[in-house]
């Protein structure tokens, strides 16, 4: 069973903190890793992607990933009340079951003005 | 423009209607996709549609019934559902058909209530 793990939470970080997301995942030929939002009663919207070892930028995101450890994080700089979501990890399957994204439990982020 | 559209937004239904959701893109990618969502879970792949051809059906009960009509639409059919059915059915589209490098946008979902 090829899974994705993520500290369900929830976490609570002050306004103006590093709020730090985690997820491991067990496909050791995964490749493409990604990072949704998802507000209360919303769709999942896709925030960040990577796909090389490394720190990956976007504004106050920064995405990273570490292979040979199998873990990627998310880190929201600057933190704000409206990044209060539940934060999914999303690995691209490896193999003949590389159409389908396999998603940890999500991570509910909570940050208090 | 990353958009994927979803109708309708809500959708109740009794177990005895036929009732069909729509979604469609333009952003011109090949793949679609069919999730369910139950409440604090995350997204289920229910049907992967390549090229307009159905690739993939992860054992979804024949009570739903998935069509794509051409490279932009998507529809899903329902038909005898059970109030367990209730959940979030999002709709997603992806650039390429399958593999690597593939990021999958997802459209707003439909809220489907079986009463």
């Known amino acids: 069973q090829k899974e994705v793990e993520q500290n369900s939470g929830p976490l609570s970080v002050p306004e103006g903190a590093i709020a730090s997301l985690n997820c491991t995942y067990s496909?050791?030929?995964?490749?493409?890793f990604f990072w949704y939002r998802q507000y209360s009663g919303k769709s999942p919207e896709l925030i960040m992607f990577?796909?090389?070892?490394g720190d990956k930028e976007d504004g106050r995101f920064t995405a990273q990933l570490n292979k040979a450890s199998q873990y990627v994080s998310l880190l929201i700089r600057d933190s704000q009340p409206s990044d209060s979501a539940t934060y999914l990890c999303a690995v691209n399957l490896s193999g003949a079951g590389s159409y389908q994204l396999t998603f940890g439990k999500g991570t509910k982020l909570s940050v208090i003005p | 423009d990353t958009e994927v559209t979803q109708t309708p937004k809500h959708l109740v239904m009794g177990m005895t209607n036929k009732k069909s959701l729509k979604c469609e893109q333009h952003m011109g990618h090949r793949a679609m996709y069919w999730y369910k969502q139950k409440a604090k879970k995350p997204p289920e792949l229910m049907f992967v549609y390549s090229y307009e051809k159905l690739s993939i059906n992860e054992s979804v009960p024949s009570r739903f019934s998935p069509e794509c009509p051409n490279s932009s639409l998507l529809n899903l059919h329902l038909h005898a559902l059970q109030p367990e059915d209730s959940a979030l059915y999002l709709c997603?589209?992806?650039?390429?058909?399958?593999?690597?490098?593939?990021?999958?946008?997802f459209g707003p979902g439909t809220r489907l209530t079986v009463l």
């Open positions: 990577i796909y090389s070892n």
């Open positions: 496909d050791r030929g995964s490749q493409s």
């Open positions: 997603a589209s992806s650039p390429r058909s399958g593999g690597d490098y593939n990021e999958q946008f």
